[in-house]
Each structure stands twice: as C-alpha cells, then as structure tokens.
C-alpha cells in the first residue's frame, strides 16, 4: 500500500473512532503536503497533542488487521498487497473493522477529541458491539462518551482546566461546570450531561480554579466568597466566568463566548430587529430569563450600529463578554470591577464622555434604572437586559424598583423614552439539533406609552394581540408559529407558553379547600 493510501486510511480510522476531528485531520494532511510528505500522518497529529502515541499504536493495529482482512488474509501473517488507490478504498463500517482495543484484551470504547486528552477506561463486564453509523460525515463529538466506557480526564496534571475548556468548546457546550465534589458537566443544547461520572475531589477544584485566576480575583474570592470573570484561552476562546465557596468546596461556571459578535441571523431572530439599532434616542430592552441569549442579541445590535454608523459607543459590562473592535463607531468597552467601582458609576461618568450609545449589561438596581433612564431622556441610544420574563413585567419592574412619591414622574419618562421591549425565551427543536429562539417583542408606539402615562400596563396585552402590523409579536403566538412550522413540538411549546393550555397542556389543578 502506498503511503499516501496508508494515511488516508489511518486518518478514516481516527475520524471513525472519535479520536480526532475532521477538521484536525485535514489541517495535519495540509502540513504533510507542505513538508513534501516527509512525514507521516500519526506523527503529525501526535506532535499537534490530537492523539497520543498510544493511540497512535492502536490506530496502526486496526489499520493492518483491516487491509488483512481486505485482501482476505489472516492479520498475524499479512502478504504484500496490491497498492490501494483512495478512490477504490470501501467505506469503514463497525462490522468491517475489527474493535480498537489497548493492550489488555477487554474491549474498549472510542475516546473523545484529544484536546481535553480523555484516557480510555475498561468497562466492569462486556458490552454489546456499537452500531453502525449512519452513512454521512462523521457526527461532531458527543458530550457523553459512547456505551462501553467513560471519559477519564486528568485533573492533576497543570492547567488541565485549560484541557477541559478546549473539550467543551470541541463538543459544542455552552457552559462547563467544576463542582467540588460532583461530576465534571457541561451544558449542550442546553441538556446537563456528566463528563466523567467521577466526582472531583475539593482540593483539586480548587487548585484547577486558582490556577486561572489573578491575584486580585483570588483575593475577591477570598474576600467575597465569590468572582466574575472573564478568561482568554488563547488562539480557542474566551469564557464568561464565575468561581464561589460553597458547602463542598470552590466551584466555578464558564459560558463559552464566541470570538466574534453574532448576526442576526445566525442567532435564529428576525432580520426585522436590525432596525432597533437604527434609533439615536431612547431605551431598548432585551430580556428572559437567564441564559436564553439576551448577552448575544445585544452583541448583534451593538454590531449593527459598529458597522452602520459613524457614532461613540460605550458598554458597561460584568464581565466584558463579546469584544467589539471598532469599525465605523469608536468602542469603548469598561468592566465593573477593574475599569469602574459600579454600573452606576459607570453610568455617570458616560454622560460626560459624549456617547451616542450605550450597552448596559443588566440593570440591577434602582440608581442603574434611574441613571439608564436619565440617558435615554437626554438623547443617548440606551440598549441593556434585564431579568424578565415577558413584556409586561418588563415595564412593571421598571416602574416598580421607584418609590411611591416618584410614580408618576417615572411613568411620563418610561412612556417617553423606551422604544422597545423584546423577551426571548430558547427553546429545544423538534430534531433535536439545537434550540431556537421564540420572541415577544412590544414596539412602544403612542398607545404604549399612553397605557404607561396612565397606569394601565395590563391592557398593553391587547395592544400586543392587535400590533403585528407593527412588528409587534406574544409570545405565545411566536411559539404556535414554531409549532405550526413543526420546528418545535407541542409540549415543548406548553412548557415555554403563558398559556399552556393553548398547546393542549391540562389545565392546573384546582388548590384544595381550607379546612
């Protein structure tokens, strides 16, 4: 067999056994073609950390017993084939290639992608044979190793969260968890899956934390029992971060942050709400619940402005997730904590550094709100999030967090300057391939805002009903749209509705008499 045969073949084994990507055996077959073919394939991948020289032993083992068995001859005692062109070369299936196996005679599951270096652990007692895979590309990596073993990550050697970042980011999760004494998890689709079943002792999450941590956040969890962050892993991506004290030990949640801010369109939401970013005055509001994407919509507007016009854009974040690079807009991008002492603080201080625009990454308190609110008024685009879960409760919490006294004056400001309101909720596709954003966006025209003025924000809900003309849109309508496309299935539209029932959900049971 030729050498050019023998790799392909070698980098068909590594893609069907999971033990690299298709991409990371297409960028080591670039380097072999620009180094004239020097060296072979498992070396390359090998000095790139995808595989280890075991896997490499393993690989070169399945691959002789193959090309034995192909030509019909017994793999201890293989003749010189005939030369293997590539396009002659059948398909790999389960059936036609022997199980990839260590050197102990138990059989083995494949590993997932090198990157976190997953180690392969026997099963207690054998295990049927995998099935086949569909025809087709080979799958991405699965979050939950395959029947027949677990993944076993190595959490003492350095920076091994470093390892478990890159394997999360691999995989496809939104959000990896290091839990003192629990399983390392992550979040896929929005689905919890264990990584390794094996909980991680106090001591060693502690360390994996700190290890990533500067002095100033070690000393604020020291001191606070809990720090936001931000962490860069170089050349792969960065990550919104939190590590706490808890009864077991010191945890932390990292939500991956793409490199780049997101379009519209790839968040799954209408191109119609680019023309929220085409206001120069007022407030716009993005809300849900947490990790429904509310950070991402922002980013995409904040993008659409950077690249449409000539304006000051400044975000006050906690932590900076997405970085904006100025385009046409000079960005300033200030996190609470090392750039500002507060939000509020961050907020007054912006008035005097002449923005035209400004992102608030939650507004949490009342001088927040107030200051926000100040802004808008006084001719800046005001674009934040905020914790709620439809439009309503959105203008009640505004109005709410003021004092009885202030009522009125705050009513005519709202009234005034928000423009609009857009609540999302992602929810999980029928096939499975992800989850998809349904809206309830509320455009505060001047029906809005008299329903403010004059304290009737529950019949805003009529307006919502009647103002599709508008780009107005209910939730619950967005979600029948989901159902009606067959994107989404009925319960799943129940357990995200204001309205189940609406979905064919049973009505609640009524509550029990008093005695």
Known sequence: MS??????????IALHYKLATR???LEATQIQTSEGGRRRLGEILTERGVLTPRQVEQILAVQRDYVAKQQGQAPAAPAA????????????????????????????????????????????????????????????AAPAPASGGR?????????????????????GASDL???????????????????????????????????????????????HGQVDFAYTLAGRGRFRSNAYRQQRGVDAVFRVIPPKPPALEELGLPSSLARLANYHQGMVLLTGPAGCGKSSTLAALLNIVNESRHDHIITIEDPIEYIHPSKKCVVNQRQVGPHTGSFARA?????????????????????????????????HLVLATLHTNNAIRTVNRILGVFPPNQQDQIRTMVSESLRAVVSQRLVARADGNGRVPALEILMANKAVGNLIRENKTFQIKSVLQTGATHGM??????????????????????????????FGAPAPAPAPAAS
Do not use: W
């Open 347 to 379: 907020l007054r201080g912006a008035l005097r550094e002449d923005p035209d625009v400004i992102a608030i990454g939650e507004l949490r308190d009342l001088e927040t709100i107030s200051l926000a609110l100040t802004a808008a008024e006084t001719g």
């Open 81 to 140: 084939p005939e030369p293997l062109q590539p396009q002659a070369m059948p398909s790999l299936t389960v059936q036609a290639m022997p199980s990839l196996t260590v050197a102990d005679p138990p059989p083995v599951a494949p590993v997932a992608p090198a990157p976190a270096r997953p180690v392969l652990v026997p099963p207690p007692a054998p295990v049927a044979p995998a099935v086949a895979p569909a025809p087709g590309p080979p799958p991405a």
């Open 473 to 502: 849109c209910m939730l619950d309508a967005s979600l029948a749209e989901l159902v009606k496309n067959k994107v989404i299935t009925r319960e799943e539209a129940a357990r995200n509705a204001e309205d189940p029932q609406r």
């Open 177 to 223: 968890h290091l839990h003192s004494g629990a399983p390392l998890k992550i979040r896929v689709n929005g689905r919890m899956s264990d990584l390794n079943g094996m909980p991680t002792p106090a001591r060693t999450a502690e360390r994996m934390v700190e290890e990533i941590l500067t002095p100033e956040q070690k000393e604020a969890l020291r001191e």
């Open 23 to 25: 991409e990371q055996v």
């Open 151 to 171: 993944l076993e990550f190595d959490l003492e050697v350095p920076r091994a969260l470093d390892r478990l970042l890159k394997y999360a980011l691999s995989v």
């Open 3 to 12: 050498q050019t045969a023998e790799d392909l073949l070698f980098g068909r």
